[in-house]
């Protein structure tokens, strides 16, 4: 069983930065990643690392957002810089896998965390 609980999300102004963090507890061996959901919209995969760490970004934030792990201390954090108001929505922690280069949700949610981008 895995438990993941998120911080750091608020509000900032366009390009402002924010870092999120991801706590989890449970098993340490799951590659992790970030969606988000904006309203009317559906979830997406905004960053995702594996247990390697190698990292895998959403076209749209490519040089913009960095997800990191600490195995160690078994949390991922989501750095994002130069945020855009189209980057507003809620962001969720996930415990996953990877298959075939392609990253797979385990059925591990947060309980998400808030980002509001002002322009």
């Known amino acids: 069983q895995v438990q993941l609980v998120e911080s750091g999300g608020g509000l900032v102004q366009a390009g402002g930065s924010l870092r999120l963090s991801c706590a989890a507890s449970?098993?340490?061996?799951?590659?992790m990643g970030w969606y988000r959901q904006a309203p009317g919209k559906q979830r997406e995969l905004v960053a995702a690392?594996?247990?390697?760490?190698?990292?895998d970004y959403k076209d749209s934030v490519k040089g913009r957002f960095t997800i990191s792990r600490d195995n160690a201390k078994n949390t991922v954090d989501l750095l994002m810089n130069s945020l855009k108001p189209e980057d507003t929505a809620v962001y969720y922690c996930?415990?996953?896998?990877?298959?075939?280069?392609?990253?797979?949700?385990?059925?591990?949610w947060g309980q998400g965390t808030q980002v509001t981008v002002s322009s």
């Open positions: 690392i594996s247990t390697g760490g190698s990292t």
């Open positions: 996930n415990a996953g896998r990877y298959v075939s280069d392609s990253y797979y949700p385990y059925g591990y």
């Open positions: 449970g098993s340490p061996f799951n590659a």
